[in-house]
């Protein structure tokens, strides 16, 4: 037996051997690289790509190897495909003119809501996100893990999919609501009371395809007679850590929605992975999220987002929301947590563009090569996917997008993606 593995691991190691001398088979060259890693822009660069993959990169234009196509983007600047952690494909930005969030639950059938998902994801890719976390269907059940096989089995074109399912929050913890009391109505999301509730909605979630759990640890925020920012917590801790405990064991992880307070306090002492929003952390919890390796998705441009009229509750509620969330980015990025790029795209509409992001967080302290890395290697890590996306390497995904400009110095170049490829096809080209 253990001379027949010997013998198979030498044929393996023999195989993947003979695959990485294999010549390349298209190569796509441009004027500059940025390879996610954080380290200084590359010019005039070739990256190499066989199938799916990228086997190798060049500098100094070079004649392409016999046989292979050549993909030349002139003076664009390469990129790895871009990874937004925090999407809603089943949310459309939802006017509340035109019913809000109650019309997608109780008028539309799943069949338009579906639609509308494939034409987000597809919005996704056009602007260079190759990858998406996607952080619940809203009550869409598990429409995303039927959107992700269509993509994944070449069908509609899109991101590469993160799932979530129907996200746990509990009973006065998410809508509908304000209905009378006599009618039930559907939830936005699977809501649980006690650890025993909450880990068999965790267990059911991922039996259906979760690739992450997503709970909801603070629900409504409004500001107080002292002029504070509070948000509601859902959760116990002991309910969380039930959850938690659950998701580990599948060797999966838990994204938490949490503004501020015993919620947010919560969702750390429970141990979450990610904490989602983080608009008002604390010296003390900052110091926690560090300890424990505690990732943040701040998704700040949400925050800017069509607020409501400064004289009314949730207009002063709004305007709180974003005067206190850049002072805990800056803290964040100061103290070392770490932090991935993130929108909550969906939320608002997917006319809009997800890029805008980074020039948020340019604006409260990282460079342009940290915001880059925040959507790219840092994003990849806090998917436990290092190596494979967010960065263009030997051995990684061939997702590369090239964009106009010098993202160095402005990242609204961000904005103008001409050429998208995702797993060594090419998506979006630039007009000749
Ligand atoms: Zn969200």
Redesign the pocket.
């Known amino acids: 037996m253990r001379r027949l593995l010997l013998a198979l691991s030498f044929l393996v190691t023999a195989a993947a051997q003979a695959a990485a001398a294999e010549p390349p088979t298209l190569v796509v060259r441009a004027a500059a690289l940025i390879d996610g890693t954080g380290v200084p822009e590359r010019r005039d660069v070739q990256v190499l790509i066989r199938a799916d993959r990228i086997v190798g990169i060049e500098t100094g234009s070079k004649a392409p190897p016999a046989g292979a196509q050549l993909i030349d983007l002139g003076t664009r600047t390469l990129l790895p495909g871009l990874i937004d952690t925090?999407?809603?494909i089943f949310l459309q930005g939802e006017d509340p003119a035109a019913g809000g969030y109650d019309v997608q639950l109780l008028k539309y059938p799943l069949a338009y809501r579906a639609a509308r998902a494939v034409v987000a994801a597809r919005r996704a890719l056009e602007q260079g996100f190759t990858t998406i976390r996607d952080?619940?269907t809203e009550g869409a059940g598990y429409g995303d893990v039927g959107i992700r096989q269509a993509i994944e089995e070449g069908h509609i074109p899109g991101p590469r999919m993160f799932v979530v399912t129907r996200a746990i929050s509990t009973t006065g913890g998410y809508p509908l609501e304000g209905y009378a009391p006599e009618i039930e109505v559907p939830k936005g999301a699977q809501l649980i009371d006690g650890p025993v509730e909450a880990r068999k909605a965790a267990r059911e979630q991922l039996d259906h395809g979760a690739d992450w759990i997503k709970v909801y640890m603070t629900h409504r925020s409004w500001v107080d007679r002292a002029g504070n920012l509070v948000s509601q917590p859902t959760l116990t801790v002991e309910e969380l850590r039930a959850i938690v405990d659950e998701a580990h064991g599948w060797q999966r992880k838990v994204a938490c929605?949490a503004y501020n307070g015993p919620g947010l306090q919560r969702a750390l002492d429970g141990g979450c992975d990610s904490i989602?929003?983080g608009l008002e952390i604390t010296d003390a919890q900052i110091a926690q999220m560090v300890r424990q390796g505690t990732w943040y998705v701040p998704?700040l441009a949400?925050y800017y987002y069509d607020p409501a009229p400064a004289d009314t509750p949730a207009g002063q509620r709004d305007r709180k929301r974003v005067a206190v969330h850049g002072v805990s980015f800056a803290k964040a990025l100061h103290a070392g947590v770490k932090i991935a790029f993130g929108t909550?795209v969906?939320?608002f509409p997917w006319s809009e563009a997800i890029a805008q992001e980074f020039a948020r967080e340019v604006e409260f302290g990282m460079t342009p090569l940290q915001a880059i890395q925040s959507a790219t290697t840092r994003a990849a890590e806090l998917l436990g996917r290092s190596g494979e996306l967010g960065v263009i390497a030997p051995g990684a995904y061939a997702d590369l997008i090239a964009v106009e400009g010098e993202p160095l110095k402005d990242v609204a170049a961000l904005k103008s993606v001409s050429f998208v490829m995702k797993d060594g096809q090419v998506f979006k080209s630039p007009p000749p």
């Open positions: 925090h999407t809603h952080l619940e929605h989602e929003h998704t949400a909550d969906g939320g």
